[in-house]
């Protein structure tokens, strides 16, 4: 009898067990980010991967995703199979995430009872219900993220089945679609300020930097925005970012939201676990004018070695710098950013400092939103003597920039204000 029992029960559960895909696959099969699809071995692998649309025998899209998303707009997103000889079910699974991190992006949201949402490591797919897979067309919502948090990259997977319950004799499609993120330019932000140097990184146990914000509002009302990272290609910088107060944040991200109370400030550290150096830039654009400062600082394990404070850096098409490496180790680094969306061509001229005569220019091209930051001995390698002389550095961009000096003296760091060079547009 208990032998006929187990019988009965194993044979319950493996029929449960089995259907359960028809019901809607396990999370995480959308083949987007290195996942792998229903076409794995064991499943759905009758035929070649997107053999159905090769053959002309169908296709499955994404349909009603945004160009450009607007912040916490809701869109309704529809995933359509066309395959239908010889098809009798159709499933699907599709996550929405951000392109930087993979981080889930806006939310899904099912609007009747074809889909269902299950959940792993913190993202949503949406997907097939047993119900919806009599039909060949899926419609949810997605609403977007309340800012702008970078592209989002939309991945599909989906089966148009044969109906005999089993995984054999299925074609597998994969879709993807990318919504651009709204830019800082496209929110209405009263006042955009750049740090166009930041600089993280190195090992925890050795030397290794960070860079602390602070944004203060000095006046009477709250006040609100984002801050936003880029790399040297101009792409979103993602970075360890871990805030104070009212704004308690702490994550990997590229991009920030803040609020600010009337007198309330916050401090925003950034920092990244990487054995190297990196280094970039940050965009705050906010509704009202906040003061934007930072500290760099180098450290060696814990101990603090050095550091320097430094305002944020106007955009402008001209500026100019001093350096004065007479007797030291010292160098200078110079910091640029491209604040605009173009390609920025930026002159840099070298004076000598008792002379006054123009000694050398080189050009650097930035990309839009991009970043450089090198040292004056760099940038001028062949100028005679260039690491124990003084002189300045004029700067004109053929667009915007924003740029700010880096002295370094062994370990020790100072920061040089960017001046005007006289001929400011
Ligand atoms: C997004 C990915 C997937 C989709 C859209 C999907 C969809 C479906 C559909 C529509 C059926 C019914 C098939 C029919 O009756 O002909 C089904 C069945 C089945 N699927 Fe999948 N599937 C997916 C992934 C997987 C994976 C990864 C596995 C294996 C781990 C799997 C195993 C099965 C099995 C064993 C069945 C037959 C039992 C049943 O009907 O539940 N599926 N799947």
Redesign the pocket.
């Known amino acids: 009898m208990k032998l006929m029992a187990n019988v009965v029960l194993s044979l319950i559960l493996s029929t449960t067990l089995?259907?359960?895909?028809?019901?809607?696959?396990?999370p995480g099969?959308?083949g987007g980010l290195g996942e792998?699809?229903?076409n794995?071995a064991?499943?759905?692998n009758s035929f070649e991967l997107n053999a159905g649309r090769t053959l002309g025998l169908g296709d499955f899209t994404i349909s009603g995703v945004p160009e450009k998303y607007e912040p916490g707009k809701t869109y309704p997103i529809t995933v359509t199979h066309t395959q239908t000889d010889g098809r009798?079910?159709?499933?699907?699974?599709l996550a929405a995430r951000a392109q930087t991190l993979g981080e889930q992006a806006g939310q899904l949201q099912p609007v009747d009872r074809n889909t269902q949402i299950v959940l792993d490591g913190g993202i949503q797919y949406i997907?097939?219900t047993l119900q919806g897979?009599s039909f060949r067309t899926f419609t949810f919502n997605w609403v977007a993220p309340d800012g702008a948090t970078g592209p989002v990259t939309f991945n599909a997977?989906?089966?148009a089945?044969?109906?005999?319950?089993?995984?054999t004799?299925?074609y597998?499609y994969t879709a993807s679609a990318t919504s651009q993120s709204p830019q800082a330019q496209d929110q209405q932000f009263a006042q955009v300020q750049y740090l166009p140097h930041i600089a993280v990184g190195g090992p925890s146990r050795g030397i290794h930097m960070s860079t602390t914000v602070f944004l203060i509002n000095n006046t009477t009302q709250g006040a609100s925005g984002i801050g936003e990272l880029f790399s040297d290609d101009g792409i979103p910088l993602p970075l360890q970012i871990t805030s104070s107060g009212a704004n308690s944040l702490s994550g990997l991200g590229s991009r920030f939201d803040w609020r600010l109370g009337p007198r309330q400030m916050v401090r925003v550290v950034l920092t990244i676990d990487a054995p190297d150096l990196s280094a970039g830039w940050l965009r705050v654009s906010s509704d009202l004018a906040i003061g934007v400062t930072a500290v760099f600082q180098l450290f060696d394990g814990d101990r603090l070695m050095t550091q320097a404070g430094v305002l944020s850096s106007p955009a402008r098409r001209s500026a100019a710098s001093v350096y004065d490496h007479i007797g030291t180790g010292t160098d200078t680094g110079l910091a640029f950013s491209n604040t605009s969306d173009q390609e920025n061509t930026l002159t840099l001229t070298l004076f000598g400092g008792r002379s006054g005569q123009q000694l050398q220019t080189t050009t650097l091209k930035l990309p839009p939103n991009g970043h450089v930051a090198k040292f004056i001995s760099e940038l001028f390698p062949t100028a005679p003597n260039i690491t124990a002389m003084e002189g300045s550095v004029s700067i004109s961009g053929s667009l915007p920039f924003s740029a700010m000096t880096l002295r370094v003296d062994g370990t020790v760091l100072t920061t040089l204000p960017i001046l005007s060079d006289g001929s400011e547009q």
């Open positions: 089995i259907l359960a895909f028809s019901r809607g696959p396990v099969v959308t792998p699809t229903c794995q064991g499943c759905h009798a079910a159709w499933g699907f699974q997907e097939h897979s997977a989906g089966n089945a044969n109906g005999n319950s089993s995984p004799g299925d597998i």
